[in-house]
């Protein structure tokens, strides 16, 4: 597609349900990032995939959170067992290439509210 | 924890005026680049800066970086209300590696 697409834009959860966020990049970027962001804040790395691979897991915050992408294009992230702290914009990047300049093309984000 | 820490938090000026955000960062850096954020909207690419520049230009963006200091400024000049928005500072460490992100400087510009 033409730019980065988020789905759900909104999600509301009760805590402790399952929620899978999803992320259709720009077609051929081989790069794909996830991020969260809360109100005021800068986004908070979490994945980043080159290909079909985590290059960096480093930024999930624990166990409940998992992402995958398993044919190198859509990527789905995964939240178990959710909870209030969970509650924020999940944003979602893509880059033509994950080595060089990285330029990121973000998505408009998906909203997460746990009651 | 954030690699890049901008300054102001917030600035607010009036239409016409020039806008200046700093951003300090404290590893040594690839790359660094703007993003600009509209409320409510994903962010948007603005400029990179490789670490040998010390100074770029697109249109009425100019943004500079001193690496001795682990610094860089953007400045928009002639700002327009259009120009209201978050503005992030984003670095990386190597070629390849995650864009860490600042906590932005959040701009509004009055007509």
């Known amino acids: 597609g033409a730019g980065v697409s988020q789905t759900p834009s909104n999600k509301v959860t009760e805590k402790g349900k399952y929620v899978e966020l999803r992320c259709d990049p720009i077609?051929?970027?081989?790069?794909l990032y996830w991020y969260r962001q809360s109100l005021g804040q800068g986004p908070e790395f979490l994945i980043y995939f080159q290909g079909t691979g985590a290059a960096d897991d480093s930024g999930l915050p624990n166990d409940r959170f998992f992402a995958v992408r398993p044919e190198g294009s859509v990527s789905t992230l995964k939240i178990q067992r959710t909870e209030r702290g969970d509650s924020a914009v999940y944003l979602c990047?893509?880059?033509?290439?994950?080595?060089?300049?990285?330029?990121?093309?973000f998505g408009a984000g998906s909203r997460l509210t746990v009651l | 924890s954030q690699q890049g820490e901008e300054d102001p938090q917030a600035l607010s000026i009036q239409e016409g005026e020039n806008a200046t955000m700093n951003c300090s960062y404290k590893t040594s850096i690839n790359n660094l680049q703007w993003y600009r954020q509209n409320s409510g909207r994903g962010l948007v690419h603005l400029i990179l800066i490789r670490s040998n520049e010390r100074e770029k230009h697109s249109g009425r963006l100019r943004v500079t970086l001193d690496t001795s200091k682990k610094s860089s400024s953007l400045l928009i000049t002639a700002s327009r209300a259009a120009d209201t928005a978050s503005y992030f500072c984003?670095?990386?460490?190597?070629?390849?590696?995650?864009?860490?992100f600042g906590e932005g400087t959040q701009l509004t510009v009055n007509p």
């Open positions: 077609s051929g970027h081989t790069a």
């Open positions: 990047a893509s880059s033509r290439t994950g080595a060089g300049a990285n330029v990121l093309t």
């Open positions: 984003a670095t990386d460490a190597r070629s390849g590696s995650r864009l860490t």
